[in-house]
């Protein structure tokens, strides 16, 4: 891949915010470029490349969101239908909210768990219906249609997607997504990994400074919806680069019509901080100019995912430091202040 203008400032930032490997990747003006700093793992000492799998956390969550819209487009979902005509055993704990909650609730965050609802403690092997069905005891927040981002959201959406597939998650989101885009670093949490891959490990520092292994809360199967894909940073930007070409694959398969990609992207509604919030990404900025991002915050891996196709410029960012949010803002304002305000050729 060729560079984007990042490579002298890229070890500088590892370096000051003291981080095990960083990674970027972008595409503008039909140009990939992907570079990396550091390494994967530190025992064994592993280099970090375009290659190296993370953990996307919840980017996955756009995954997720891209899968309900096909199927509604193909006709095998109403998003603003009730989650209890696809679900009959759907609960929460307010009884009318269990009655009126659609998909697009759930999609939009506007469903009506708090904030801070977790998702439930289940052992590492529990299926997805079993996280759905503990959702009875989950905090909310009413009235539905106030934005509240919560992770347990999208294990319901999953969980529609299994039951309107007849499929694992897991195997709906190979079979209509991921494999047709070609990931092949696609694998979810607790997969096996394939031979030659290397996957970055989540690091937190000790306070003599010294890199210790993440060891704080991991999930088990069912948070495979809402937080649990893992790919290659090259096929993370292979994904976005999907968004950039209107729903079409790099082998010209078209997976969304147009209206179904507008209704993917188009903000809906905004957040306490003026945010748009679309199905799948959350919009900084004006509807037409704006940028589509979404984070990852999980298991010491910091990310972030963000596309803006007016400029047809998507990129990726992630780093292996529990600490390391502001290493990635820095990169992402760099990125972005060396963009040009318009799109090629304007």
Known sequence: MSSFPLTPALATIAQAHRLPGLAVATHWQATASALTYGHAALEPLTPLSADTVFPLGSITKTVTATLCVMLAERGHLDLDAPVQSILADFRVADPGVSRHVTTRHLLTHTAGFDAQAPTPPLPQDA???EAVAALHLAPQRTPVGEYSYADVNHLVAGRIIEVLTGQPYEQAAHRLLLGPLGLRSAR?????????TTTARGYTKTLDGRWQPYAGVMYGRYI????????????TLQYLT?????????HGQRLLGEEALAELV??????????GVTLAWVMTGEAGTGLLQQRCSFGGINGVAFVAPERQFAGVIFNNAFHGLRAQT?????LLKQLPAEGPGA
């Open 127 to 129: 299926a997805l219906a």
């Open 188 to 196: 979810f949490l607790h997969a096996s990994e394939e031979e030659g």
């Open 224 to 235: 495979a919806p809402t937080g649990g894909l893992c790919l290659s940073v090259s096929d």
């Open 242 to 250: 999907f968004v950039l070409r209107g729903g079409v694959t790099a």
């Open 266 to 275: 188009t903000p809906r509604l905004r957040t306490p901080r003026g945010d």
């Open 330 to 334: 820095q990169v992402m304002q760099l």
